[in-house]
């Protein structure tokens, strides 16, 4: 019998080309065992402004329900602008409001920010991921931090300790959507 390969989608909050968040998730994805398919979001940039009750959405937003539709959980890595998570971030979030995509989803997050930075990314990404009824997944969440020296010339994560905090990570979102 061939099993249905469990998919957990990614999303980097950074739009920024040599991110470091999306470094992070490009790497897990890289990493992402036999039977696991971790996609990258790439539509961030593309997200128009959230508009309430905009009738048909526009394509890349209906791009974005159809991916985490099809997603077992989500992967979100995000850095901090300005106390909070960035913009971007937010305004896909807000599309998900009325399609209640996140509702009950296993959702877990990374913060790659030093020791003492970034915590106010977190805690805003928390309030949005409760107002959506997401489903937290603390056993996967907390803080791996990824430099910029670490990440390679190939866009991943070069650090070997670095690395395996990070498919840990990945493994314990995996551990709890399908336990063994
Ligand atoms: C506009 C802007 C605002 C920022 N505000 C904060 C902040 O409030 N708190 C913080 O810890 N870092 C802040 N930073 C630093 C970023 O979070 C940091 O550079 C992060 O590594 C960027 O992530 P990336 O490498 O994935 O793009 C800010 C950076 C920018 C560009």
Redesign the pocket.
């Known amino acids: 019998m061939v099993s249905t390969p469990l998919r957990i989608l990614l999303i ?5 080309d ?6 992070a998730l490009r790497t897990i994805s890289a990493l992402a065992p036999e039977g696991v398919e971790a996609p990258l979001y790439d539509g961030l940039r593309d997200l128009p402004q959230f508009v309430p009750g905009e009738e048909p959405e526009p394509p890349v937003v209906q791009d974005l329900h159809k991916q985490l539709g099809a997603a077992d959980a989500v992967l979100i ?8 998570i ?1 913009g971007s971030l937010k305004n896909l979030l807000e599309w998900t409001v009325g399609a209640a995509d996140l509702h009950e989803k296993p959702v877990a997050y990374v913060n ?2 030093f020791e ?6 977190v805690a805003t990404l928390r309030t949005v991921l409760g107002y959506v009824g997401a489903e937290l997944v603390e056993a996967a969440s907390g803080r791996i931090t ?1 430099l ?1 020296q670490m990440v390679g010339a190939d866009g991943l994560v070069a650090d070997a300790e670095t690395r395996e905090r990070l498919s840990a990570a990945l493994e314990a979102l995996i551990a709890h959507v399908r336990p063994v």
């Open positions: 980097s909050g950074s739009t920024r040599r991110s470091t968040n999306t470094a890595c995000s850095p901090e602008y300005a106390g909070m960035p790659v920010a003492g930075r970034g915590d106010e990314a990824v910029s």
